[in-house]
């Protein structure tokens, strides 16, 4: 994955899927459209496509939400603002929600919080995306030799592929599971005996399991 080092945020970050905290110089413009990346360039080696997707649009929204479009946030949407929306825009919206006396937190759902509801209406676009791109050879043939999707989200995107295609999303989640169950094991055995190398496979296993951190309840 290449890296390239940002003279304006003093970061550095991926081409295809950026971080950077947010700081006066950014030069990304509030209100700026999210930049929406096709599907079949994020698609990486052992990383479900539609977790990659949602991340890249979160952190691009994000850092370009007008603070008019999130009065109601969630626990995790909250610390999202707090770290990457632009400054003026993340203290505007606690300002004002601060000051409003009938304010209260917004459980994780689409229906109660504003950053929900754009992460639910970009998933069900990436699915549809994925839906037509498995029409196709090129990431039918990617999930078949190496791709994976998350439990998650694969079993969402099974219920709605047709008959044919079910059985290699299904063939490649399990073939994941499978490969996660003997790293998850030979890991225990290591772990007894006060070995914890290899610990990276936990976050793959709750990678798999719930998808990735951060862009679900």
């Known amino acids: 994955m290449l890296f390239k080092r940002s003279s304006k945020c003093g970061c550095w970050f991926r081409l295809c899927l950026g971080e950077c905290n947010h700081r006066e110089d950014d030069p990304i413009k509030i209100g700026s459209p999210a930049i929406r990346l096709p599907i079949s360039t994020i698609v990486a080696k052992g990383t479900c496509p539609i977790c990659a997707a949602l991340k890249e649009f979160q952190n691009d929204f994000a850092k370009t939400l007008p603070a008019r479009e999130c ?12 770290n990457s929306a632009p400054a003026e825009s993340a203290a505007t919206i606690f300002l004002e929600s601060i000051r409003n006396p009938h304010w209260e937190p917004s459980p994780p759902n689409p229906d109660k919080c504003d950053f929900c509801k754009r992460m639910e209406v970009e998933k069900q676009t990436r699915i549809k995306q994925i839906l037509e791109e498995l029409g196709r050879p090129g990431l039918r043939s990617w999930l078949h030799e190496h791709g994976m999707l998350c439990f998650r989200h694969g079993t969402e995107l099974i219920g709605k592929l047709p008959e044919a295609l079910q059985k290699t999303v299904e063939e490649g989640m399990s073939r994941k599971a499978r490969e996660l169950e003997r790293e998850l094991q030979e890991f225990l055995q290591h772990a007894k005996a006060g070995d914890h190398t290899g610990g990276g496979v936990l976050g793959r296993a709750a990678e798999y399991l719930v998808a990735q951190r951060g862009i679900e309840s």
């Open 71 to 82: 009065g109601r946030f969630c626990n995790l949407h909250a610390w999202v603002i707090a």
